[in-house]
């Protein structure tokens, strides 16, 4: 069975404190990991794939890596609009070619000013 | 394009009662899920479809009942509300292929009472 554990569970920063969420993850073969941010009262909203260990992504102030067992979105100089909640999900390779990702129970952020 | 459309945003029920939650998007993609989403529990699929005619139960499906008679449109349908359904109710879609970037609606928060 595939299992995806975030943490921490909830991360306080200041603004311009630099700091990284992890995401460990247990599956019988990855496709594909996934980070999602999701703001109060919304719908997760996708931010990076990662295919392969090494593989990295940056989106402004977001880094997502990834190892074989984990992967790490790295966060520099936060700002407040960076609160949210962040999810991890990873796809299996799986015969039939099922699309189902397991998600992680997600990393609460707040940035104070 | 509206993207993943879903309604009612907020709906109260008695238990007992039956409803369905609405979902439909434009996007034509042919995989369409629900989750859903309760504090420390993360997200958790109910069920989903890889196409019209064809549906599939994931995690926790007890209570739930789905139909896919068009690519656009799957429904959700809550044929006795149970306290224990109390939860925001997400509806995601995906493009196909081997990715898993889904897309996901705004949501659908449900009190049973």
């Known amino acids: 069975e595939d299992q995806v554990t975030q943490s921490p569970e909830a991360l306080r920063l200041q603004e311009g404190e630099s700091s990284s969420l992890n995401c460990s993850y247990t599956v019988s073969g990855l496709r594909g990991l996934f980070w999602y941010r999701q703001d109060p009262g919304k719908g997760p909203e996708f931010l990076f794939t990662?295919?392969?260990a090494g593989e990295e992504k940056e989106k402004e102030r977001l880094k997502a890596t990834l190892t074989k067992k984990e992967s790490f979105l790295h966060i520099t100089a936060p700002k407040p609009e960076d609160s949210a909640t962040y999810l991890c999900a990873v796809q299996a390779v799986r015969a039939g070619g099922s699309y189902i990702p397991t998600f992680g129970r997600g990393t609460s952020l707040i940035v104070h000013p | 394009n509206a993207g993943v459309t879903q309604t009612p945003k907020f709906q109260v029920l008695k238990t007992g009662q039956s409803m369905t939650l609405q979902c439909a998007q434009d996007m034509n993609h042919e995989y369409m899920s629900w989750y859903r989403q309760d504090p420390g529990m993360g997200l958790r699929l109910i069920h989903y479809s890889v196409g019209a005619g064809i549906t599939d139960q994931g995690e926790v499906p007890n209570g739930y009942n789905v139909s896919r008679s068009t690519t656009e449109d799957f429904p959700l349908r809550l044929l006795s509300a149970a306290p224990s359904q109390t939860s925001v109710y997400f509806c995601?879609?995906?493009?196909?292929?081997?990715?898993?970037?889904?897309?996901f609606g705004e949501g659908s928060r449900l009190t049973v009472l």
């Open positions: 990662l295919y392969s």
């Open positions: 995601a879609t995906l493009e196909g292929g081997n990715t898993g970037e889904l897309f």
